[in-house]
């Protein structure tokens, strides 16, 4: 089995992308928002995160 370690792609205050091979995970301060398999939805939804919440709106 192989390990993977994630790449920082973005991150604006504590809401961050990173990279895998098979698509891109948002986090906000070390809590998992969402996966995607395109860098342009993580762009929008780290653009669109709420301040202080966990939400993607």
């Known amino acids: ?7 920082l792609v ?3 205050g ?3 992308i990173e990279k ?5 995970q948002v986090w906000n301060d070390y809590r998992f ?3 995607f ?3 342009t ?5 780290m653009n669109r ?3 202080s919440t966990n939400i993607c709106a």
Do not use: H, N, W
């Not at 939805?41 to 939804?45: F, G, T, V």
């Open 41 to 45: 939805e993580a762009e929008a939804c």
């Open 14 to 16: 504590q809401v961050r």
């Open 33 to 35: 928002i969402a996966f």
């Open 49 to 51: 995160m709420i301040p």
């Open 20 to 24: 895998l091979s098979v698509g891109y």
């Open 37 to 39: 398999f395109d860098l």
């Open 10 to 12: 973005g991150s604006r």
């Open 1 to 7: 089995m192989r390990i993977e370690i994630p790449k």
